[in-house]
């Protein structure tokens, strides 16, 4: 269940792509898991199928979490004109980022990076 949202804001956008975030405080009450997370929204603007590929770089307390090759590599393939936006149960990593919390003190993503995106066209 989504309590708050905030307004989106881009991380990626050329003529193919946009990709925006925003912060919202997730409550599963009846596992009693209090979290902020960031979703992701992933639009594709062209007539085609794309392949999206991007490394994911996160900083916790301003320390760079270690993570290499399949750990923060991540690839979405949207149809044509779609938009997927993560939500507080999605389990796909590719969609949204643990940010902290809420219930109890713990680190807290203090930076994150979209890197090396990736576009290419899917025949299908």
Known sequence: MLLKAEQAKEVFNNEQLSI???NSDCHDNPNGIHQEKVLLTFQNKT???ITVSFDRNLWYDNI?????GNEKRFTVVLAPNQRITGEC?????AFSIFSKHLDFKGRS?????L?????SKTDK
């Open 115 to 119: 890197e090396n995106v990736s576009i």
């Open 89 to 93: 149960a999605t389990k796909d990593k």
């Open 20 to 22: 925006t975030y925003s």
């Open 47 to 49: 007539q085609q199928t």
């Open 64 to 68: 760079a979490l270690n993570t290499s």
């Open 109 to 113: 993503l203090t930076k994150f990076a």
